[in-house]
């Protein structure tokens, strides 16, 4: 009964066209004419159901890139089997009071310089794009407190991720996170022209939304995570907020403007994250650099802050406080007021006041 009212309703849109028509209720067969009205009757339908098409497609590809689909156990046992030991690939292996490390991979060419845009607005977070084979691109997040890179599953593959260990594959699952990565290598890792070659990742055994990784970044989800294992190679890596992109240097040590400079603060070397010794409210702390993250300050339990301290010459007040993932950090709302340079090889970072248009 519901589509014969469906099908009448439309059949009396269509009778204000002027179109005549010949109905068999009972099977619902619609019989034209002429073959003029019977095309006039197909772009009529083609119109009214292409948007309602569109909009369900639409609905249903944001749908399936929020979800988290974990891999089937088909596909996850026959990456596993592939895999390497880490020795074939120039990977040295030590021990360490937190298990086997591999190290070695990850060699950045020389004399490069990029400059990519931040694919995240309001505030601005650096979200760039991967470059693949054949031009293609994928949204990947720089999270300076990630200690380690991840990838989702098939996104990692299509980069051509292999499995490394000895005799099996060393896998690891972040705190509160119940997918599994697997520690991979892919051949090259590259924003624009700067590459990034055999970089060792997590391979996620999951495609779709990256759980806590992908730090609450919906639009364009990130189909990756390069973490501070991979940043903290780079010579420099500067955010420049007023144009809304982030530039990365293999080389180039970086200079700040005298006249521009606020204050230099010095990385906490083996912190595993882009750290700093700053001070709450008097009180020497660990502060995480975080640009990330979207939040002025973050602390354990968002317990409230009056002044933040950076180096001899920068103290803020009156800042906003959020729920932190982790230790206290100062995010992107609050970093977006500098011109940031964070420089790992020196182990500073360079606080700066955004020049004005008039001065650039």
């Given at each position: 009964?519901?589509?014969?009212?469906?099908l009448k309703?439309?059949?009396?849109?269509?009778?204000?066209?002027?179109?005549s028509?010949?109905v068999?209720?009972a099977?619902?067969?619609?019989?034209?004419?002429?073959?003029?009205?019977?095309?006039?009757?197909?772009e009529?339908?083609?119109?009214a159901?292409?948007p309602v098409a569109?909009?369900l497609?639409s609905?249903?590809?944001k749908?399936?890139?929020?979800?988290?689909?974990p891999v089937s156990?088909?596909?996850?046992?026959a990456?596993?089997?592939?895999?390497r030991?880490?020795?074939i690939?120039?990977?040295?292996i030590?021990q360490?009071?937190g298990?086997i490390?591999?190290r070695?991979g990850g060699r950045?060419?020389p004399?490069?310089?990029?400059?990519?845009?931040?694919?995240?607005?309001?505030p601005l977070?650096?979200?760039?794009?991967?470059?693949?084979?054949?031009?293609?691109?994928w949204?990947?997040?720089?999270?300076?407190?990630a200690s380690k890179?991840?990838?989702?599953?098939?996104t990692?593959?299509?980069?051509?991720?292999?499995?490394v260990g000895?005799?099996?594959?060393?896998?690891?699952r972040?705190p509160?996170?119940?997918?599994?990565g697997?520690?991979?290598?892919?051949p090259?890792l590259?924003l624009g022209?700067?590459?990034?070659?055999?970089?060792?990742?997590?391979?996620r055994?999951?495609?779709g939304?990256?759980?806590?990784?992908?730090?609450?970044?919906e639009?364009?989800?990130?189909k990756?995570v390069v973490?501070?294992?991979?940043?903290?190679k780079?010579?420099?890596?500067?955010?420049d907020?007023?144009?809304?992109k982030?530039l990365?240097a293999?080389?180039?040590a970086?200079?700040?403007?005298?006249?521009?400079?606020i204050?230099a603060?010095?990385?906490?070397?083996?912190?595993g994250?882009?750290?700093?010794?700053?001070s709450i409210d008097?009180?020497e702390t660990?502060?995480l650099i975080?640009p990330a993250g979207d939040?002025e300050?973050?602390?354990?339990?968002?317990?409230?802050?009056?002044?933040?301290?950076?180096?001899?010459?920068?103290?803020?007040?009156?800042?906003?406080v959020?729920?932190?993932?982790?230790?206290?950090?100062?995010?992107?709302?609050l970093?977006?007021?500098y011109k940031l340079?964070?420089c790992?090889?020196?182990g500073?970072?360079y606080?700066e006041?955004?020049?004005r248009?008039e001065?650039?």
């Open positions: 009964m519901k589509r014969e009212n469906t309703s439309l059949l009396q849109n269509l009778n204000k066209e002027n179109v028509l010949r068999n209720v099977t619902l067969n619609v019989v034209p004419l002429t073959r003029r009205k019977a095309a006039f009757l197909q009529t339908l083609k119109a159901l292409l569109a909009l497609l609905a249903a590809c749908t399936t890139e929020m979800e988290i689909r156990w088909q596909r996850q046992s990456y596993l089997a592939k895999v030991d880490p020795r690939y120039g990977l040295s030590y360490t009071p298990g490390e591999y070695g950045l060419h004399n490069q310089v990029e400059a990519r845009p931040m694919g995240i607005k309001e977070r650096p979200v760039v794009m991967l470059t693949g084979n054949f031009g293609i691109e949204p990947v997040l720089l999270d300076f407190t890179s991840w990838f989702e599953f098939s990692a593959q299509k980069l051509g991720a292999k499995p000895e005799r099996k594959a060393k896998m690891a972040l509160g996170e119940e997918i599994a697997c520690l991979s290598i892919i090259s590259r022209q700067l590459h990034i070659s055999s970089p060792l990742i997590y391979v055994l999951a495609d939304q990256l759980g806590t990784l992908a730090r609450g970044i639009k364009p989800g990130p990756g973490g501070w294992d991979l940043l903290k780079f010579e420099q890596i500067q955010f907020y007023s144009g809304a982030v990365l293999t080389d180039a970086y200079t700040p403007n005298p006249g521009q400079l204050t603060v010095p990385l906490v070397k083996h912190a994250a882009c750290a700093v010794r700053g008097g009180k660990l502060i975080d939040f300050v973050a602390t354990d339990g968002a317990t409230p802050v009056s002044t933040i301290g950076l180096g001899e010459q920068l103290a803020i007040a009156g800042v906003a959020s729920e932190s993932p982790g230790g206290v950090r100062i995010g992107a709302r970093l977006q007021d340079t964070v790992p090889r020196e500073i970072i606080f006041r955004p020049l248009e001065e650039e």
